[in-house]
C-alpha cells in the first residue's frame, strides 16, 4: 500500500528533498510572506516542487478529501469566468486586466489545500509557525512604519486614518500569539525552563506589539470584527463550561477571562484619544442615515459616506448580473459612478464580499463563503475531538471569524499581498487539520503493513 503523511516510512533521498522544499516554503510564507511578494511566491514555488516530488505520498490523501474536489471546482470556475470575460469584453467595450484572474483564483481554498500537506506533515511544529508569522507582521510593520504613525496623534494627518491592512493583519495574528502563549504557559514538557520563559516573554512582546498596531492602525471595520468573535467565543466558552466543565476548569476560564477583560480595558484606556477621535468620526453620516434619508447626493461626504455610495452600487451592479457576474478580469473597471468621475481600474468597493459577488454571481460567493464555513467546522470538530486541542481550535476560529468579518469592511484584499498571504496562511492552517484527518481515516481504513 502505499503510504500517507501520518505513516512511519524510512524516507528516501527523494522524500528528504521533497520535505526540505516543502518545510522551506511553509517557513518563507508564514515568515516573511507578509512583507515581500517575492518571498510568498518563492515559498509557494519551493512548496509546490516539493509537493511534485512527494506526489505518491500526497496524492492519496489530496484524492480522497472531500474538499480538495469542491475547492478545484471553485478554481476551475473563476478560469473558466475570466476566459469568457477576456473573450467578451470588447463587446462590453472594458479592458480588463488579465491579472485579476488570478487574483481571484488564488482566492480559494485550493492553494492553501495543497500547501497544506506540509503544514499537515510537520504539525508538530504548528505553534512554531504561528510565531513565525508574529515575527512577519513585526517586519511588516516596521517597514511600514510611516503610513502606520500618520494617523496616530503628532502624526501628519490632522483627523484619524485608517491603515485597514495593518488592522485585518494584527487582529488576527493576536489569535496566534496568544495561542502560542497559552500553550507554553500550560507547559511545553520538551523545552528547558530557561527557553521556555524566553520563549514566553519574545511571544508577549509580539502579542503587545500586534495589540498596538490593531488599536493603531484604526480600522474600524476590523474592530467591529473583533467585538463580535470575542461576544461569540465568549457565548460558546460560557455554553461548554456550563454544560461540561468541572469547577477546576471553570476556576481557570474565569481567571483567564478576568486577564483578557483587564488588558482589553486597559488597551482602550491608554489608547482612548485615538478611539474615541476614530468612533467620531464621519458622525454626521450616521445622524443623516438614522434620519432616513439614503441618497447618495445626500450623504456627506468622509470614509463612511463614500464606502456607504460603493455599498449601494455593488448591489446595483450584482442585480445587473446576478448570476455569473462582471467577471474577474473585469471587476477593476467597475465603480464609474460612486465618485461622481471615472475611476477605472480600481475595482474596490471596500468591501471584499462585495467584490467577489459583482465578479463572479452570487451563486459561486456562496458557494465560496459556504466551503470555508464547512471547513473552519470540521476542522475546529477535529481539532477538540480527536486532538483534543482547544487552543488550536479556538484560534483558527478566532482569527478567521476578525478576519473574514474585517473583510466586510474592507476592499481590495484581492489585490493586497497583504491580504493575500494572510488568508493562505490562515487557510493552509485549516486544511492541514482536514488531511491530517483524511490520512487517519485512509490509515485506520488500511492498516500499514507490519
Not at 99 to 104: E, P, V
Request: charged share 15%.
Amino acid at each position: 500500500m502505499t503510504s500517507t503523511l501520518l505513516d512511519p516510512v524510512d524516507p528516501t533521498l527523494r522524500q528528504r528533498i521533497a520535505g526540505a522544499l516543502g518545510l522551506a516554503g511553509i517557513v518563507l510564507i508564514f515568515s516573511l510572506g507578509l512583507r515581500s511578494p517575492t518571498a510568498m511566491y518563492t515559498g509557494m514555488g519551493l512548496a509546490l516542487i516539493g509537493l511534485a516530488l512527494a506526489a505518491d505520498r500526497a496524492l492519496p490523501v489530496l484524492l480522497r478529501e472531500p474538499l480538495f474536489w469542491l475547492v478545484l471546482v471553485l478554481f476551475l470556475w473563476v478560469l473558466l469566468r475570466g476566459w469568457a470575460d477576456l473573450a467578451t469584453a470588447d463587446a462590453r467595450g472594458m479592458e480588463p486586466d488579465e491579472r485579476a484572474i488570478w487574483h481571484h483564483a488564488r482566492f480559494t481554498p485550493l492553494l492553501p489545500l495543497l500547501f497544506a500537506f506540509w503544514v499537515a506533515v510537520y504539525w508538530r511544529h504548528r505553534y512554531l509557525l504561528l510565531l513565525l508569522t508574529g515575527v512577519g507582521s513585526v517586519i511588516y510593520i516596521i517597514n511600514s512604519w510611516d503610513r502606520l504613525h500618520a494617523g496616530l496623534p503628532g502624526g501628519e494627518r490632522e483627523f484619524a486614518s485608517a491603515f485597514g491592512e495593518a488592522g485585518l493583519m494584527a487582529g488576527t495574528i493576536l489569535f496566534f500569539t496568544v495561542a502560542v502563549l497559552i500553550t507554553l504557559a500550560r507547559g511545553a514538557q520538551r523545552l528547558r525552563p530557561a527557553t521556555r520563559w524566553t520563549l514566553i516573554a519574545a511571544t508577549a512582546v509580539l502579542a503587545l506589539f500586534n495589540l498596538f498596531v490593531f488599536i493603531g492602525a484604526q480600522s474600524r471595520g476590523a474592530w467591529l470584527a473583533m467585538a463580535v468573535t470575542l461576544l461569540l467565543l465568549g457565548a460558546g466558552g460560557a455554553v461548554y463550561l456550563w454544560r461540561r466543565a468541572d469547577a477546576a476548569e471553570r476556576r481557570k476560564a474565569l481567571i483567564a477571562s478576568g486577564v483578557g477583560a483587564v488588558v482589553v480595558v486597559l488597551a482602550i484606556a491608554l489608547s482612548w484619544e485615538v478611539v474615541s477621535n476614530r468612533l467620531a468620526h464621519d458622525h454626521e453620516t450616521i445622524e443623516v442615515l438614522l434620519a432616513g434619508d439614503v441618497e447618495p447626493d445626500d450623504i456627506p461626504r468622509g470614509s463612511f459616506g463614500d464606502r456607504y455610495r460603493m455599498f449601494r452600487q455593488g448591489l446595483i451592479d450584482i442585480s445587473e448580473n446576478p448570476v455569473w457576474g462582471v467577471g474577474p478580469a473585469s471587476v477593476r473597471d467597475m465603480l464609474h459612478e460612486i465618485w461622481g468621475k471615472g475611476r477605472v481600474g480600481s475595482g474596490n468597493y471596500h468591501n471584499t464580499w462585495l467584490n467577489l459577488t459583482v465578479a463572479m454571481g452570487i451563486p459561486w460567493t456562496l458557494l465560496w463563503l459556504g466551503t470555508h464555513a464547512w471547513a473552519l467546522g470540521r476542522a475546529a470538530r477535529e481539532l477538540i475531538r480527536v486532538d483534543g486541542d482547544r487552543i488550536m481550535a479556538s484560534c483558527l476560529v478566532g482569527a478567521t471569524l476578525v478576519s473574514f468579518g474585517a473583510l466586510a469592511f474592507q476592499g481590495a484584499r484581492l489585490w493586497s499581498v497583504q491580504g493575500s498571504t494572510l488568508y493562505l496562511v490562515l487557510v493552509t492552517l485549516i486544511c492541514a487539520v482536514l488531511l491530517r484527518s483524511t490520512a487517519r481515516r485512509i490509515r485506520e481504513a488500511h492498516p500499514p503493513n507490519p
